[in-house]
């Protein structure tokens, strides 16, 4: 099966490993990944102001390439772009006077009503898949491993973008027993991690990924899994810092979900790229005896 | 705290502004606190959410503008699914953000950044930052 995908720009450098681990798992599992042509950014963060109409081109923008690709379906990968497609979706398809101003300003481009269906990875995971067919191609059992869920923002919140239960999602759980590995819950699951604050308030972010990874230690997990290259970042650059501050903190490998679906389907690691990863991920797994 | 209560404020050109930019009935608002009580970022905070919100209701601009707390918000939304009141507490901070921003004054400066930083950051770091904080 063929499905379109938008990348993002982070995925062609800082998180290559989420984007290259993703598309080599999901050709295992039957899906082709097929490139949306002549993507642009996606906004990153979609426009909160009633007056502001201009920064909905962007993503608005990306859903008629889909079209022209001729699909009625995208799948994303990074959680900013998934947030920002999907609300700028919703707009078209439910705000007629913005819909109509927006279609008028691109006047070069096919008119646009909300007609591309975008979905997180994860969702095709869990929706076209379906977890117990991933789980027959598992060839290495990623046993042993205890690893902590983090959803962070953008893939639940707000309520109408939500892939999930907002409070209460199950989805990466799903995902991690599918793979053989241990779920650990912990109560900042679903708490933000600073996001964009990384660049005006550092020492905040710092205080979240504290909070954050102490409490994912306490619940014993070994490790984070996650889909969001903000929270990857933040989560693991800071936790160097915070190790450099006191020497008593103890931090944990931050993965991409895709890189450990990608090691318990027997792909290459170097197809991973944990080289991009912080804390030692493949020490880690290289323990657990799962990657040689 | 002393506030005094106007109706040249209730009914100012902040008040309507705020309302306008943010698409929300600012007085559905009754004080609960929930958002203040699951914000990640309160800690920081020289304001809590549901303080700023009950300042926009009264008009009372000065003590917002004086405040680092809009500034702080990472819009995470957890306030937004949260209220029970329908509020959109995140389109709120952003329309006060934005009556700032709108006058040409950014909260960070791009040239201060380092080069060496600016290659570590991821990209949608960089530039969901530069929408949230500069004009």
Redesign the interface.
């Known amino acids: 099966m063929d499905l379109s995908y938008y990348p993002?720009?982070?995925l062609k450098?800082?998180?290559k490993g989420l984007e290259d681990s993703a598309i080599a798992s999901l050709k295992a599992l039957g899906i082709n990944l097929l490139e949306v042509p002549r993507w642009n950014?996606c906004?990153?963060?979609y426009s909160?102001?009633?007056?502001?109409l201009v920064?909905h081109l962007a993503p608005v923008r990306n859903l008629m390439r889909v079209m022209e690709q001729g699909s009625k379906k995208v799948g994303v990968l990074?959680s900013?772009c998934y947030n920002s497609l999907t609300r700028a979706n919703l707009l078209m398809k439910n705000d007629q006077q913005k819909r109509g101003t927006l279609n008028d300003f691109m006047e070069e481009e096919k008119h646009y009503n909300g007609e591309v269906e975008v979905v997180h990875i994860l969702e095709v995971l869990r929706d076209d898949l379906g977890w117990a067919n991933i789980a027959e191609k598992v060839k290495v059992p990623l046993k042993g491993l205890k690893v902590a869920s983090y959803y962070g923002?953008t893939l639940l919140?707000?309520?109408e973008v939500a892939i999930d239960h907002?409070?209460r999602p199950t989805i990466l759980r799903s995902l991690l027993e599918t793979v053989g590995a241990e779920a650990v819950d912990f109560p900042y699951a679903t708490?933000?991690c600073?996001?964009?604050?990384?660049?005006?308030?550092p020492d905040?972010v710092a205080?979240?990924v504290w909070d954050i990874l102490s409490s994912a230690l306490r619940s014993g997990a070994e490790a984070l899994v996650l889909t969001c290259?903000?929270c990857?970042?933040n989560l693991g650059?800071r936790q160097r810092e915070l190790a450099q501050r006191y020497g008593d903190f103890q931090g944990m490998p931050i993965f991409y979900f895709s890189q450990l679906l990608a090691v318990s389907l027997g792909i290459e690691p170097q197809v991973c790229h944990f080289e991009l990863n912080y804390g030692a991920p493949l020490s880690l797994l290289k323990s657990k005896k799962l990657i040689s | 705290m002393r506030i005094e209560i106007s109706p040249h404020r209730l009914h100012s050109d902040f008040v309507k502004k705020v309302a306008?930019?943010?698409?929300q009935d600012l007085l559905a608002c009754n004080q609960c606190g929930k958002c203040s009580a699951g914000c990640?970022?309160c800690?920081?905070m020289d304001l809590l959410p549901n303080q700023i919100i009950r300042l926009v209701q009264l008009g009372i601009e000065e003590d917002i503008a004086r405040s680092k707390t809009i500034?702080?918000c990472?819009?995470?939304?957890?306030c937004?699914?949260r209220c029970p009141r329908g509020v959109?507490l995140?389109?709120v901070m952003?329309?006060l953000r934005?009556i700032t921003l709108r006058k040409n004054v950014d909260?960070?400066q791009a040239a201060n950044?380092s080069a060496q930083r600016l290659s570590?950051?991821?990209?949608?770091?960089?530039?969901?930052?530069f929408?949230?904080?500069t004009a």
Not at chain 1, 48 to 52: E, G, M, S, T, V
Not at chain 2, 20 to 23: A, R
Not at chain 2, 74 to 78: G, I, L, M
């Open positions: 993002g720009c982070t450098t800082k998180a950014c906004g990153v963060t909160l102001a009633d007056d502001d920064h990074c900013f923002c919140r707000p309520q907002v409070e708490e933000c600073g996001s964009f604050q990384i660049i005006g308030n905040h205080q979240r290259p903000l990857h970042f650059e | 306008e930019i943010s698409g990640p970022m800690f920081a500034w702080i990472a819009s995470c939304f957890t937004s699914v959109d995140g389109k952003e329309a934005l909260y960070i950044i570590e950051l991821p990209q949608i770091a960089l530039v969901s930052a929408r949230k904080h």
